[in-house]
């Protein structure tokens, strides 16, 4: 069941899906085009392999995607605000947001 335009703009802002969304994704790259095309406001992607983390439908290794806001608080000291985490399978071509 899709939220309907007003809710999505309330609590997701430009972030395309709600938190613990699942959708098909084909590829990794196709995520993150759709992440891009979103234009979060001052966001970057990250792209990491989840050393621990398993698919529970097929116990293929899971792609982390963080989209994050950086703010510098000096010379050497960065903090990051955690917009959006998603979770993709390679193998069952499926993400979800989790958070």
């Known amino acids: 069941m899709a939220h309907p335009s007003r809710v999505k703009s309330k609590i997701a802002g430009s972030i395309p899906h709600m938190p613990f969304q699942e959708f098909a994704a084909n590829t990794l790259e196709l995520l993150l085009e759709e992440l891009k095309k979103a234009k979060i406001p001052n966001a970057r992607i990250e792209v990491s392999d989840s050393e621990d983390g398993r698919h529970y439908a097929c116990s293929a290794p899971l792609v982390n995607v963080l989209v994050y806001t950086s703010h510098s608080?000096?010379?050497?000291?960065?903090?990051?605000?955690?917009?959006?985490l998603y979770q993709y399978c390679p193998?069952?071509?499926?993400?979800?947001?989790?958070?």
């Open 73 to 84: 608080l000096g010379e050497e000291q960065e903090y990051k605000d955690l917009l959006a």
């Open 91 to 99: 193998d069952c071509k499926n993400a979800v947001r989790v958070l």
